[in-house]
């Protein structure tokens, strides 16, 4: 962005002598056009605040992340290995605990992005004016007298004019240096004479630059640091309920062995190991349909999980397909208190396998079994992943010790998944 702002401020200010530079022409592209922008992506910030899945359910947006999850799943076979690519994928999947800090952190690219252009064009300015001698004028098809154009310019020159007065246009200056194209002349000057005072058409680079300044680079700068600040407020709020901290917790607290031969003297017992495993089928009871759970980042239509309950139990879909385990945890408390009205219906937990279950997807399922004390609940994981995935889930269930839990570690729900 900083050879960006140097190749269209080179292009603006760039002077042979046939014209002046069009003091119009240089507050149109790096003053207006920049409040523009920075208009619009304070608003864009404000919207998502309020309403946090506004852009995500665009037309335009859903199109850009379907086309670019297809060329992921194309390129992704060719460029990366499966360890990458299940790496990429869990990565993906903790995005919803992150979406306020992605919120600001890609807010803050874009003001250092412009700060760096105004850098870029501020240098451009004040290389040219040291080393050349420039010539400004100001000229206009609209019908804009030099008291009209006075006053827009002491109007954008106000945050200044009290202590920066040589910054600050008179009406002499713009008086003397409003210029006719057509004359090749500024206005006033003696006849077959092109400028009245040669000093004078250079006496506008302070308050270009100042506008440069004060429009341009300060307000992204301060809003850079602004959110900077709310990325780390936002990080401090973020839940430390995530895979790797269970790892490391599970690391340090869970039971491990010593080989005496082996390669890690440090290995961990699987999880699950010594447990019964758990089972894969809900059994010959009779049940009601079931409510359906989609657990963090599983994308599965209600077609999809409603076809899966019948074709492998026989049982139908209740209403609609219920989230959990996101960054809002509202949700998940209505969707609790939704499934808790009907204590006996079984429940159908949908998951990414490489999702790996923690102590919020315990908590889930707690909060499930507080009102049901025998209700099946069964987990059913998305295509893709790994054994190794299966194998952690299969563990992981089997440490809750739950006999009405179920894992269909073989029968897999067809979705859209991040592959």
């Given at each position: 962005?900083?050879?960006v702002?140097?190749?269209?401020?080179?292009g603006?200010?760039?002077?042979t002598g046939?014209?002046?530079i069009?003091?119009?022409?240089?507050?149109?592209?790096l003053?207006?056009?920049?409040?523009?922008?920075l208009?619009?992506?304070?608003?864009?910030l404000?919207i998502?605040?309020?309403?946090?899945?506004?852009?995500?359910?665009?037309?335009l947006?859903?199109?850009?992340?379907r086309?670019a999850?297809?060329l992921?799943?194309?390129?992704?076979?060719?460029?990366?290995?499966?360890?990458?690519r299940?790496?990429?994928?869990?990565l993906?999947?903790?995005?919803?605990?992150?979406?306020?800090?992605?919120r600001?952190v890609?807010?803050?690219?874009?003001?250092?992005?412009?700060?760096?252009?105004?850098?870029g064009?501020?240098?451009?300015?004040?290389?040219?004016?040291?080393?050349?001698?420039?010539a400004?004028?100001w000229?206009?098809?609209?019908?804009?007298?030099a008291e009209s154009?006075?006053e827009?310019?002491?109007t954008?020159?106000?945050p200044?004019?009290?202590w920066?007065?040589?910054?600050?246009?008179?009406f002499?200056l713009?008086r003397?240096?409003?210029?006719?194209?057509?004359?090749?002349a500024y206005?006033?000057?003696?006849?077959?004479?092109?400028?009245?005072?040669?000093?004078l058409?250079?006496?506008w680079?302070?308050?270009?630059?100042?506008?440069?300044?004060f429009?341009?680079l300060?307000?992204?700068?301060?809003?850079?640091?602004?959110?900077?600040i709310?990325?780390?407020l936002s990080?401090r709020?973020?839940?430390l309920d995530?895979p790797?901290v269970?790892?490391?917790?599970?690391?340090?607290?869970?039971p491990s062995?010593r080989r005496?031969?082996g390669?890690d003297?440090?290995?961990?017992?699987p999880?699950?190991a010594g447990?019964e495993?758990?089972?894969?089928a809900?059994?010959?009871?009779?049940?009601?349909?079931?409510?359906?759970v989609l657990?963090?980042?599983a994308?599965c239509?209600?077609?999809?999980?409603?076809?899966?309950l019948r074709?492998?139990?026989?049982l139908?879909?209740?209403?609609?397909?219920g989230?959990?385990?996101?960054s809002?945890?509202?949700?998940?408390e209505?969707?609790i208190e939704?499934i808790?009205?009907?204590?006996?219906?079984?429940?159908?937990i949908?998951s990414?396998?490489?999702?790996?279950?923690?102590?919020a997807?315990?908590?889930?399922?707690?909060?499930i079994?507080?009102?049901?004390?025998?209700?099946?609940?069964?987990?059913?994981?998305?295509?893709?992943?790994?054994e190794?995935?299966t194998?952690?889930?299969a563990?992981?269930?089997?440490e809750?010790?739950d006999?009405?839990?179920?894992f269909?570690?073989?029968?897999?729900v067809?979705?859209e998944?991040?592959?």
């Amino acid at each position: 962005m900083f050879a960006v702002g140097v190749i269209v401020a080179f292009g603006i200010f760039h002077f042979t002598g046939d014209h002046p530079i069009n003091v119009l022409v240089v507050l149109g592209v790096l003053v207006f056009v920049q409040l523009l922008t920075l208009a619009i992506s304070i608003a864009a910030l404000g919207i998502a605040i309020v309403s946090p899945g506004f852009f995500e359910g665009l037309p335009l947006v859903l199109l850009l992340e379907r086309l670019a999850s297809h060329l992921w799943r194309k390129a992704g076979a060719r460029v990366a290995d499966d360890p990458t690519r299940d790496a990429i994928n869990r990565l993906l999947t903790r995005r919803s605990l992150y979406d306020r800090v992605e919120r600001y952190v890609l807010f803050r690219h874009l003001q250092l992005a412009a700060a760096w252009f105004n850098v870029g064009a501020l240098t451009v300015l004040l290389i040219d004016v040291t080393v050349t001698d420039l010539a400004f004028g100001w000229s206009t098809t609209l019908q804009l007298g030099a008291e009209s154009f006075l006053e827009l310019c002491q109007t954008l020159a106000a945050p200044w004019s009290k202590w920066l007065s040589q910054a600050t246009p008179t009406f002499e200056l713009v008086r003397a240096t409003q210029y006719f194209r057509l004359e090749g002349a500024y206005v006033g000057v003696s006849e077959g004479a092109r400028v009245g005072d040669p000093a004078l058409s250079g006496q506008w680079w302070p308050f270009l630059a100042s506008c440069l300044f004060f429009y341009g680079l300060l307000p992204r700068v301060v809003l850079a640091a602004w959110s900077s600040i709310m990325v780390s407020l936002s990080l401090r709020s973020v839940s430390l309920d995530t895979p790797d901290v269970e790892r490391l917790v599970a690391r340090l607290t869970g039971p491990s062995i010593r080989r005496i031969h082996g390669e890690d003297p440090g290995n961990v017992t699987p999880l699950g190991a010594g447990l019964e495993p758990v089972g894969s089928a809900l059994g010959d009871r009779v049940h009601d349909d079931a409510l359906g759970v989609l657990w963090r980042e599983a994308q599965c239509p209600e077609g999809t999980v409603g076809g899966f309950l019948r074709s492998r139990y026989q049982l139908g879909l209740q209403g609609t397909l219920g989230a959990a385990g996101g960054s809002d945890f509202a949700n998940d408390e209505r969707l609790i208190e939704r499934i808790n009205r009907d204590n006996t219906s079984p429940v159908l937990i949908v998951s990414e396998p490489w999702t790996v279950p923690d102590a919020a997807f315990k908590r889930l399922v707690a909060s499930i079994r507080a009102k049901g004390k025998t209700r099946p609940i069964v987990v059913a994981l998305t295509e893709g992943g790994s054994e190794e995935d299966t194998a952690i889930w299969a563990g992981y269930l089997a440490e809750l010790r739950d006999p009405y839990l179920f894992f269909e570690r073989e029968n897999r729900v067809t979705g859209e998944t991040q592959s």
